[in-house]
């Protein structure tokens, strides 16, 4: 059965920074598009940045320019670099496949940013 986990956040101040780092049991991620959901109180989850097993990335325009996507594949990792967050990135972040997600959703990492 595969475990997605995922790690790194925490609080910070607006204008800071995290890299959320997802790990996956059970399965090889580096064969499928993966992808990073957010979803904050009140709203539903939503993309926030995708990458193939090519590395061809994207990311919804709202981060565009601030959060990058990235894999280790020899990891079985991915990761999302968060620069210059603001309070709206506040959220519980999931990493699944895209644009199905196919697997359990894990825990998620929680990621507040406030002054």
């Known amino acids: 059965q595969v475990q997605l986990v995922e790690s790194g956040g925490g609080l910070v101040q607006p204008g800071g920074s995290l890299r959320l780092s997802c790990a996956a049991s059970g399965s090889i991620l580096s064969s499928y598009t993966m992808g990073w959901y957010r979803q904050a109180p009140g709203k539903q989850r939503e993309l926030v940045a995708g990458i193939t097993s090519e590395g061809i990335t994207i990311s919804r325009d709202s981060v565009k320019g601030r959060f990058t996507i990235s894999r280790d594949n020899a990891k079985n990792t991915v990761y999302l670099q968060m620069n210059s967050l603001k309070p709206e990135d506040t959220a519980v972040y999931y990493c699944?496949?895209?644009?199905?997600?196919?697997?359990?959703w894990g825990q998620g990492t929680q990621v507040t940013v406030s002054s």
């Open positions: 699944n496949t895209y644009p199905v997600p196919n697997y359990y």
